[in-house]
């Protein structure tokens, strides 16, 4: 079965978020950097960026920003930047997520961003967020990828509506998404570059 058959034989689908659903990291590297040289005088390297990105967001500012205040002040400081710097729909999601919730697939979010900031973006970006089974973020589990205990949450949802995990399929952007997700019994299908059998160039390749 290709990519397409396997999202839509599903009766639940999980996406990732960050450069998945949404464009995130091109954008996302150049708010962090900003933040980084303004607040904290700190010169902030792709390299860095790299090393790190993934992590929990919480996680994630405190190594960037180098502890060099409390997590709030560091959250404050990135969200005082967050207008300039907001995160767009990818190619092809906005509609594929329509589409799957008009067919009646169950579909849910699980991500390493916070689930606030994670709900803001998506409506931003025009997703039927109050459509969605859930939206879990960082910030409500004390897994994160490539844990499979990350979706615990997700299964318990799923598991009230009657879906199983082998009835889900997770969809990324990372080797660390597949393996967290065939770790929980579900199925993947990754998108951008290639790195499998079951990827496709952008998630327009599933509607």
Known sequence: MDARGVV?????????????????????????????ARFYGIDLTEDVL?????????????????????????KAANLSLEHLYRKSAAV???????????????????????????????DFSGFPVDRLAFVHGADLTA??????AVFDDAKRVLQAHGVTAADTVYIGDAPMDRVAAEGAGFGFVGVGPGLGELWVADLAELR
Do not use: C
């Open 143 to 148: 897994s994160h990828k490539p844990d499979p």
């Open 8 to 36: 839509w034989g599903a009766r639940a689908v999980v996406f990732d978020l960050d450069d998945t659903l949404l464009l995130t990291r091109v954008v996302k590297w150049a708010h962090h950097q900003a933040v980084a």
């Open 92 to 122: 092809g999601a906005r509609e594929l997520v329509k589409a799957l919730l008009d067919h009646g697939t169950h579909v849910g979010v699980v991500t390493s961003a916070n689930t606030g900031p994670t709900r803001a973006d998506l």
């Open 50 to 74: 790299r090393e790190h990105w993934g992590k929990p967001y919480d996680e994630l500012i405190t190594v960037l920003y180098r502890g060099a205040a409390s997590l709030a002040d560091m």
